[in-house]
């Protein structure tokens, strides 16, 4: 009888091999039978630090002492209040609210909401949400609605809202996504939602930052309520704390996840602006904002948090971030036959010859030769990405080159 467990992203019908890991410490995982990989992908994008990096192990532990979890509608602990101040300090500085919930896809739920909630407790209907193409915010329905349409999504079409998308800002046809956002803000947009400078799923699409402020400065000439999903973007992936810092971009609201532990144990928040919670500050209760999830704001998951943030204020994390980021420029300048090279800080990607689309049968074959030469790999299509954890070392990095460099 085979594993119970159902996989995501993963066609149980092909019979790919399951690697049963049994342990991780900084780049590399290690296998119940004794074999390793170098995490390339740093676990999905979540791993920032390294895997079990000591001090955030050591956080969950002391907290896992005193407090596990607690209802968080109308109660609080520690460990939230001060992850929320620190977030509010090192934030763009009109972020001044926080809410807490689970996973990206949940904080583009929250995200959405707010902005929906903004609208129409200020009384005007707008309700359109403004997307770029090939963007990805998430798997629950609001999150696939905002995101780019195909294959991922086509069963579930007809519950998808109706969205207004503008092209993708490509070198030298910015204008287009331009003219089309100032069309969709000009006729009432409630909010524009858009990952800042990388286009992650929808395959590690690079754009400038004076694109991003462009964006920014059309939305705020309408007030649209300009949302940055930086749920993979943040926490150093782009070469700095936030992809917006880039393009002095301060969003209305942002989204956080993934690397907001370090990448060890899942936890979200949803940042706002004053306007977007004073909205609905009101005596009137039908006005709060209406959402929750049960783990909200968990105490392990915050103390986590706060080690990561702690992490950032104590160690050289900028100088290892622009390190990596040179090092993977470096190797991927090096490939041969390849197309479209690119890189945003530690993130580097590039296309191979064979086939469009995310379900190009190159994808599965990259990553079967991959993972039999030790290193996790997970091509979109045919695009092929490095993004590991900032600890990574030369030999490692090495390594996950010459796998590419030998499909
Ligand atoms: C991964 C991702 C999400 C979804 O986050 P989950 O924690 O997987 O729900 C949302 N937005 C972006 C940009 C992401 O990369």
Redesign the pocket.
Known sequence: MSSPVWHPFTQHGLGEPIPLIAGAEGAMLHGADGRSWIDAISSW?VTTHGHCHPKIMAAIAEQAQRLDQLIFAGWTHQPAEDLAAELVRIMPENLTRVFFSD????S?EVALKMALGYWAHRGEARHKIVVMEHS????TIG?MSVGQRGVFNAPYAPLLFDVVPVPFPAPGREQATYDALHTACRTGAAAFIV?PLVL??GGMLVYSPSVLKQMREICAAHGVLFIA?E??TAWGRTGTLLACEQAGVSPDIL?L??GLTGGAIPL?VTMASEPVYAAHLSHDRAKMFFHSSSYTANPLACAAANANLAIWREEPVPARIAMLAQRQKARLNALKNIDNPRTCGTIAACDLPGGEGYLASIAPRLMAHAREAGVLLRPLGNTVYVMPPYCIDDEALDRVYAVIASI
């Open positions: 994008w996973s990206g896809s949940t583009v990805y915010h998430g798997d999150a990952e992650g799923a999903d749920v993979m989204c996840s993934k979200a």
